[in-house]
């Protein structure tokens, strides 16, 4: 396999479309060492099949605004591969959604659900829809004319969307009712993040966070360190950087910074259980900003168009959205002494950050290793669904331990180089395609 020659075909297939070209050309080149030992692989084509999606679905997605006006917007599922098993990936709903942040996620969700262990293939749909500022009946009839255009393309044993930015447990049940209206049966597997009273799974709200945190404990376990007493950093103050906050207050770490849009709170006295709860009821104002935080705690302060990077800590944890995290970020956590970053969302750090933390030797692990957490308990939703069962908290955190150890285990096998360093990238990158590649070898030139 020669990276540049495969890059370049694909750059003039697909002008433009950066963030899906940069989440390829990152795992080809984490990956080139070890494909070329395959030769089996390159005779059936195996990358130049496993960068391009199996299907894309675009679709015009018409809607009534709360004025009576006539609202259109663009709905994509972009079933990118299932050699593992049934297309599996969240749904998008924000303004920059377009093909290209699409395919990217779900090129990356392909080998991300390859390494929860579990069979699961790799998805991701979405719409440019803004939920900001939306009232919830809104909401509920742009969620339903979505899925008016999607449910055909869609099963348990098909493809199984969940939520992702902009579509949580209250989306995921507006679209779920019109998808059992549309396809008149009650099946719960056909879609993850689901509510309690009708086939969820509990945890599924914190897992991604969860999960992360776990996977971070194992990374800095496995340096001799410890997350009690560390300071961190988070970005966002969606349901991802909830449950990351959660989890890290929880093992004793002190969460200094959140942020948004429009800046970063600094709380210097860590979170509180009020605090923690304050972020959802942040996430369920559609609004966005996260100022009024420092409004509502006197002992935060609100720094307006600042990062959370810019607060002094030990662990950045980006858990907002894809390149968050540049260069010039990077830089400035490592001159203030970080010593871990973590990609809690997906691609959370531009190849510059990523390369400035790798160069310093410091802990750094992507977000397709750090964030499967949420995917996997969407598995063990799907699990649950279709044995007509309902674990226990403590049975699907116990799966979600055992998942998230088995992951940082695949990375450290991959990953460790001969100076002893750990890339938890290439590790990660490897372990997902060996699995992705070995199946559709087996499975022939379909």
Known sequence: ??????????????????????????????IEEVYNLHPEFEKAKIVERMVEPDRIFTFRVTWVD??????????????????IGPYKGGIRFHKAVNPSMLKFLGFEQTFKNALTTLPMGGAKGGSDFDPVGKSDAEIMRFCQAFMWELWQNIGPDTDVPAGDVGVGGREIGYMYGMYKKLAREYNTGVLTGKGMNWGGSLIRPEATGFGALYFVEHMLAKAGKSIKDATVAISGFGNVAWGAATKATELGAKVIAISGPD???????????????YMLILRASNQNVVAPFAEKFPDATFIPGKKAWSIKCDIALPCAFQNELNGDDAAELLANGTWCAAEVSNMGCTPEAIAAFQSAGILFAPGKAVNAGGVATSGLEMTQNAMHISWSAAEVDSKLHYIMESIHAACVKYGTQENGYINYV?????????????AMLEQGIV
């Open 426 to 438: 290439k590790g990660a990158n490897i372990a997902g395609f060996m699995k992705v590649a070995q």
């Open 66 to 83: 709360d004025r009576g006006d006539i609202q259109t917007n663009i709905g994509y599922r972009i079933q990118f591969n299932s050699a």
């Open 263 to 277: 800046g970063v709170v600094y709380n210097p006295n860590g979170m509180t259980q009020e605090k923690l709860d």
């Open 1 to 30: 396999m020669k990276v540049q020659t495969i890059m370049a075909d694909l750059e003039r297939k697909h002008p433009g479309e950066s963030e899906y070209l940069q989440a390829v050309r990152e795992v080809l080149e984490s």
